[in-house]
């Protein structure tokens, strides 16, 4: 009888493990998939950064050439749109990040005031939006209609953001900060000195969605810069190039060249968001997964 028992269990075992191993197989599978179809479409655009027309290109070059990297790094309403770009990217990151967690800190607190109807407001905010005139006329009366401030002030406060720093300030143990009021230490020295480093990763994960979010919004500027071309970010002056008729841009060579050049552009503003990924790549897991388990 015992003998059947331990047999049984070795069968099961050996079923167990086969299954497993099938399970993880498909998983492989799926997930190269998921790579190829997500990486293919770089390489693309990447080839084509590198080719000169002519031909159709899949992945690898075609008459390789620079001339579309040299007309990119020598056009200078390029260059300005990518500093609008990195100046918002970073000062929207930066405010709107202690913002969000100025505003988490305080709805962590189970004794603040109005907490659940507060909370209740910001869901209501993330899940229906006013729409486009109501923000454009908000936009209007502040008076900074055509400015790069319309750029960063309209987003500053993303409200899942907030609630992933909420979530993960909660599961702080209340005793540091108890301990660091007890040493004379007021909220807002308590926040920033004790729970902010703690909250490190929670606090690079959101930085990373936000500045994403700032770096690729071209939205903003198609609605609140009708007369401010000056002060366009990068995807704003992608997305013009791209819709700009060719008898436009005169050289026929460059009209012949545009949609390699469109590539190179492309390709040339994504390199800050890869540059700063690896950095925070680190933090990402911890601070999402931590973030999301309480709510």
């Known amino acids: 009888m015992e003998h059947l028992k331990g047999k049984q269990l070795k069968e099961t075992r050996r079923n167990k493990i086969r299954d497993s191993r099938a399970f993880h197989a498909v998983n492989y599978v799926l997930l190269a998939l998921i790579i190829l179809i997500?990486?293919?479409?770089?390489?693309?655009?990447?080839?084509?950064?590198?080719?000169?027309?002519?031909?159709?290109?899949?992945?690898?070059?075609?008459d390789f050439t620079w001339f579309n990297y040299e007309y990119v790094f020598t056009t200078w309403p390029y260059f300005r749109a990518f500093f609008v770009s990195v100046g918002v990217t970073v000062g929207g990151t930066v405010l709107s990040v202690a913002i969000m967690f100025a505003a988490a800190y305080a709805l962590s607190k189970p004794d603040l005031p109005f907490r659940k109807g507060l909370m209740v407001f910001?869901?209501?905010?993330?899940?229906?939006?006013?729409?486009?005139?109501?923000?454009?006329?908000?936009?209007?009366?502040?008076?900074?209609?055509n400015t790069p401030f319309a750029l960063v002030l309209p987003s500053l406060v993303q409200v899942y953001n907030m609630i992933l720093l909420k979530s993960y300030l909660e599961g702080v143990p209340k005793e540091i900060e108890e301990s660091a009021v007890i040493d004379g230490a007021g909220n807002l020295q308590a926040m920033v000195y004790i729970l902010l480093p703690i909250a490190v990763p929670s606090v690079a994960s959101v930085a990373l969605f936000t500045a994403v979010t700032y770096w690729n919004n071209y939205f903003s500027a198609l609605i609140y810069l009708p007369n401010a071309s000056q002060w366009w970010p990068l995807a704003m002056y992608i997305l013009n190039y791209i819709n700009t008729m060719p008898d436009v841009l005169g050289d026929q060579t460059l009209l012949l060249q545009k949609t390699y050049i469109e590539?190179?552009?492309?390709?040339?503003?994504?390199?800050?968001?890869?540059?700063?990924?690896?950095?925070?790549?680190?933090?990402?897991v911890k601070g999402v997964t931590v973030g999301s388990v309480k709510g």
């Open 263 to 284: 590539a190179a552009m492309i390709i040339v503003s994504i390199i800050p968001v890869l540059a700063v990924y690896p950095f925070v790549a680190k933090y990402f």
């Open 38 to 62: 997500c990486i293919l479409p770089f390489f693309n655009v990447l080839a084509k950064s590198l080719s000169t027309y002519g031909e159709t290109v899949g992945i690898w070059p075609v």
């Open 122 to 145: 910001f869901i209501i905010v993330m899940l229906f939006s006013g729409g486009i005139v109501p923000n454009f006329f908000v936009v209007r009366m502040l008076g900074i209609l």
